[in-house]
């Protein structure tokens, strides 16, 4: 490089009482040459209309922490309160049992059998207008409850695998609007599952702790509940 | 006397002692900001390709897998923190050692400690980058480097603070201008958020959902206490130094400061919005995300106003293309975030691609870019060497600058689609990442176009070291200006631009 | 304002506040909270994991699962997360105890996994779906993490880890394909993810 001052001798931390002095005007580059001065301060005043402006934006956001701070709260998360009182009153409206049924389908089911119901061909039956989901209601309520293991024959199709059981995660509240959504979803029309009937059938098989497998389901004992009461 | 003063009113002699004494700052700065910049371009260059791989993976998920250090998961923190760290900030440290050096008008302090400086940083990155390639990231968003890397940034930023700040205190220059301002914040800031969050989320046991609201304190503030001031620093600077002009308003330039140093330090915590955090923490972050329009709106004024007149300007300079268009970014994007931090806008946009296209718009539209005008400005400088071609440099900003934009845009739509849809539950998921693959699809083509540009860029850089390419008298513009054959002449006292 | 510590006081004050704000306040506040939850005779532990989960949970964060998945739920009238079943309620500070790192994650390019344990009970289906996503959710766009298993000839008796593939994603006879520790480490972790359980005060 060209203009060599040499790294020592500006290693100090104050510096030489005339800088530039090694340097020969006609050393100089074109590119320092043509340079402008440095930049300067121009004077204009800030504009009337921008402090109306930064105003109601200072206005707004004095009122929204104002409005949205619950309290300071580290156990307030609802910002809409404004941490009055802690509880935070459940909602009363009743919800549509399907709605709910729909919510624990798509939470527990819909990663295998798909939220539209028709499974995966070959790994994970389907439950539109299967007759496992349509039928005898007694098997529908113990594969929930235990499981199901082994082969397994679906609307003509074959299938092999594991259903994980769903008696200790749910409860018989649970079991009854997800079993009672795919009865009545997808093109499917069967009478909904009272929690009394599933809580009948846990009794009943309560020492029971390998899933079902296809022939056993078959031959399980009739429901002592038999008929469902519409609704 | 100070070197501010208009310009006609500078006798000869006077210019030619300030001539002497810029080549002489720019004497002690060369080898530690082209060491910097050097190093910002290489890991540009590697930032790109993990840029590109990442986003094919997204649309793609089958290219290039197998070994596990190629996985998305680990190439995309990669990306992240080369561009952050190597590219960027790398870039940012160059253009600060330089900007602050020129404005105090004295040498810059401790070139060997700077050189040092930048082998640390760049052992840093390394095996940084590699530790998360090999598995060792923390998944801590913007700090995934391995509890290994960090020391070596935190002892190369020691040295460029105490540099930037030993040179300030020696200023020959009486005033302190406004760039210097937002430097003396920008290295004031960096490393006490760089060592606390390190300290505080790597190192010690901070744990639960303390270790996420540090975590987006610090991110966030990277872009706002680091990144901003250097990018609007320097756009204070060179803009009005390449137009001859002053800052519009000094008024402005201190509102603009003041409200940027108060209100972005809280505005981290929006992105946490709907999270586990209580409602007072989310809606101070809301507040402070809001009150950032105030600074913007001043320093929108402020540089708009300085350029108003002088905008055929663009047609010649570089350096002014990249930097206004920069500025310009700088202006939309920070609007746009002001309105996603908003619970109603952030309840659509949070967790989808937009804010990835946010991101980009910020890191890229606005820092990138003006970083890359810096560059055009500075290097020849320090290397007595102008750039190889104008055409390549029209490419590069081209390239660049379409590309950044279809970027944002695919995004932006993508993601808000995106965001509509997983609001309502009865879409299924898999609907809804079908839709976004189109958007990816053109994201990952606007990437491409990004990637041209930098190749274009680093063979400038390259050339311009290696002094390849014929030997100029006068600036690499884009077009030849008509009055270009005066633009040599020593002491242009009619306020000609270059 | 050409005095430097003008200029340096304003620049520490300003950040310092916020530092406070952010930071500290936050830190002391949730720190009180976790001490008078610990308090309680029916407080639960403060270690989330350990064993294989926590073990997996390293797992997680070294292949940057976050990135994809997030950990969070966002509250009933804000999103639709709860009505999607991604958890029963939204996500509190206390379902964080003790976690390093913790990974609430800012995309969600996949689902939410913050109750993951309890949509998908079966280790078996995490197995496919981590070798190849695809398996088990056709159009997923998952990275493969074909990495964390090993595809191996038969050996005698095939073992009763390896995993059982549909027809159509069989391995070639002969061979069996079985997780490595990693894989079973990182399944227990996903099993184990459960932020489900009711608040013992009312709550948000």
């Not at chain 2, 007595?384 to 590309?403: D, K, N, P, Q, R």
């Amino acid at each position: 490089m060209k203009h060599a001052t040499t790294m020592s001798s500006i290693d100090k931390a104050t510096p030489q009482p005339d800088i530039g002095e090694n340097h020969n005007v006609l050393d100089l580059h074109a590119a320092i040459l043509r340079e402008q001065a440095e930049p300067r301060d121009g004077f204009e005043p800030i504009p009337a209309w921008l402090t109306f402006v930064f105003g109601a934006i200072i206005f707004w956001g004095g009122y929204y922490l104002a409005s949205f701070n619950g309290g300071f709260r580290v156990t307030e998360y609802d910002e809409r309160r404004n941490g009055a009182s802690d509880s935070l009153a459940k909602s009363t409206a009743p919800v549509d049992p399907v709605v709910l049924g729909k919510r624990l389908y798509t939470a527990n089911c819909a990663a295998c059998h798909q939220p539209t119901g028709l499974g995966v061909s070959g790994q994970f039956p389907p439950l539109a207008d299967s007759e496992w989901v349509l039928g005898e209601p007694a098997m529908l309520k113990n594969i929930l409850l235990h499981g199901l293991q082994g082969p397994l024959k679906v609307k003509g199709q074959s299938y092999n695998g594991n259903m994980p059981a769903f008696g200790a995660r749910l409860s018989d509240d649970q079991l009854s609007l997800v079993l009672s959504y795919i009865r009545q979803e997808w093109g499917n029309a069967a009478a909904p599952i009272l929690p009394e009937s599933i809580a009948a059938q846990r009794k009943a098989f309560a020492q029971r702790t390998n899933p079902w497998s296809e022939s056993e389901l078959k031959t399980l004992p009739p429901d002592p509940i038999a008929v469902e009461k519409a609704g | 006397m100070s070197d501010q003063t208009i310009s006609t009113a500078q006798t000869e002699s006077q210019r030619q002692a300030f001539a002497r004494q810029r080549a002489a700052i720019d004497a002690s700065a060369r080898w530690p900001v082209l060491g910097f910049f050097t190093g910002s371009v290489v890991w540009l260059l590697v930032g790109t390709g993990l840029a590109l791989l990442a986003s094919i993976k997204l649309h793609s998920p089958e290219f290039l897998d197998g070994p596990s250090w190629l996985t998305f998961g680990r190439i995309r923190p990669a990306h992240l923190n080369t561009v952050a760290y190597g590219w960027a900030s790398q870039a940012g440290i160059g253009v600060t050692l330089w900007s602050m050096a020129r404005l105090s008008r004295t040498e810059l302090r401790y070139p060997r400690l700077l050189m040092f400086a930048v082998l640390l940083w760049n052992i840093g990155m390394l095996v940084g980058t590699i530790g998360i390639l090999a598995g060792e990231g923390t998944s801590i968003e913007w700090l995934e480097f391995p509890a290994f890397a960090p020391p070596f940034f935190a002892l190369a930023f020691a040295i460029v603070t105490v540099s930037t700040m030993v040179t300030f205190s020696n200023r020959r220059e009486p005033h302190v201008y406004v760039t210097q301002w937002y430097l003396i914040g920008a290295v004031f800031w960096f490393p006490w958020l760089y060592t606390a969050a390190n300290l505080l989320v790597i190192y010690a046991s901070v744990s639960g959902v303390s270790q996420a609201s540090i975590n987006w304190w610090y991110a966030h503030n990277v872009l706002g206490l680091w990144m901003t001031p250097i990018g609007v620093g320097s756009t204070y600077y060179l803009l009005p130094k390449v137009l001859g002009r002053p800052i519009y308003s000094y008024q402005l330039s201190l509102l603009g400061f003041w409200s940027l140093a108060l209100f972005y330090n809280w505005a981290g915590v929006h992105h946490l919005i709907g999270g586990p955090l209580p409602a007072w923490l989310i809606t101070l972050s809301i507040v402070g995300s809001v009150m950032m329009l105030i600074p913007v709106i001043t320093v929108a004024i402020n540089h708009h106003m300085t350029v108003l007149g002088s905008f055929r300007q663009l047609r010649y300079s570089p350096t002014l293309r990249f930097i206004v268009f920069g500025a310009m970014s700088y202006s939309a994007v920070s609007i746009q975030g002001s309105l996603q931090s908003l619970r109603t806008i952030n309840e659509v946009t949070h967790f989808t691609h937009y804010t990835v296209a946010h991101a980009h718009m910020g890191a890229y539209a606005f820092f990138t870019m003006i970083m890359f005008g810096s560059i055009y400005y500075i290097v020849p400088r320090l290397t007595g060497w102008e750039w190889a071609a104008g055409g390549l440099i029209s490419f590069h900003f081209w390239s660049t600058s379409v590309g950044v934009l279809v970027y944002f845009i695919a995004l932006t739509f993508g993601g808000w689609y995106q965001g509509l849809d997983l609001n309502r539950a009865d879409v299924p998921f898999m609907t809804i990442v079908r839709n976004t693959l189109p958007y990816l699809q053109v994201r990952s083509w606007a990437g491409i176009l990004m990637a041209a540009g930098h190749l274009a860029f680093a063979a400038l850089f390259v050339m311009n070291l290696l002094h390849i390419g014929k030997q100029r008298s006068g600036p690499t513009l884009f077009f030849d200006r008509p009055d270009a054959a005066t633009l040599t002449v020593i002491g242009d006292a009619s306020g000609r631009t270059v | 304002m050409n005095q430097g510590p003008t200029i340096f006081l304003g620049v520490f004050l300003t950040f310092a506040s916020a530092w406070l704000g952010l930071v500290v306040a936050p830190y002391v506040q949730f720190e009180a909270q976790r001490s008078q939850n610990a308090a309680k005779v029916d407080a639960p532990p403060e270690t989330p994991m350990e064993g294989l989960a926590a073990q997996g949970r390293q797992v997680y964060r070294a292949n940057g699962c976050v990135y994809c998945h997030s950990q969070q739920i966002r509250p009933e009238n804000f999103g639709s997360d709860i009505a999607r079943g991604w958890g029963p309620r939204r996500t509190v500070a206390q379902d964080y105890v003790g976690e390093r790192p913790v990974m609430l994650g800012t995309m969600r390019t996949g689902p939410d996994l913050a109750n993951i344990g309890t949509r998908q009970t079966s280790a078996a289906w995490h197995h496919l779906h981590l070798y190849n996503s695809r398996i088990t959710s056709p159009g997923s766009i998952m990275p493969r993490f074909t990495f964390l298993y090993e595809q191996r000839k038969v050996v005698g008796q095939r073992s009763s880890a390896a995993l059982t593939f549909p027809p159509e994603w069989d391995v070639k006879p002969g061979y069996e394909v079985v997780p490595t520790n990693e894989a079973k480490a990182l399944v227990a972790y996903l099993l184990a993810m459960d932020r489900s359980r009711p608040l013992e005060e009312p709550g948000p």
